[in-house]
């Protein structure tokens, strides 16, 4: 029997899957555990490293992940789905890389592909402004 893993959830480690599934039969199990973690939004801080202590007063409740990595906890499905929005995020002058919790997230094999970042564009005029004339700007 092969497990289940939510098509919006994809693993991050298929492999992760297989190492466990002989102990976590029925996949019942692999649901109501992931359950309490689909509010939750994986977290790194660029070019700084950080405490879960230091960081937990200006966010929320967090838990620490080797290599850099923090797990935050949404109690609400509405702050989780806020968050992200929100952003992009800094703590000081560090960008935090905000992405959504993943079965399976491995810290030690995760490369961030893609950031959201904010540019600003000095002295542009007005009618420049448009989607389709942005991202020419922004691919070179």
Known sequence: MDLEIPEDQPSDDE????QYKDNLQPSSYLQRIRQPWNTALIIK???ASFTAATLEPRLMRIFDLP????????TTIEDYRKAPELGPWFLGR?????QKWVPNFNPANHKISTIAVWIRLNGLP????????????GKK
């Open 94 to 98: 560090n960008y935090l890389s905000v």
């Open 67 to 74: 290599s850099g990595y923090y797990t935050i906890k949404f």
């Open 45 to 47: 801080v660029l070019g």
């Open 15 to 18: 492999e992760g899957d297989n």
């Open 126 to 137: 007005i009618e420049y402004y448009d989607k389709e004339i942005l991202t020419l700007i």
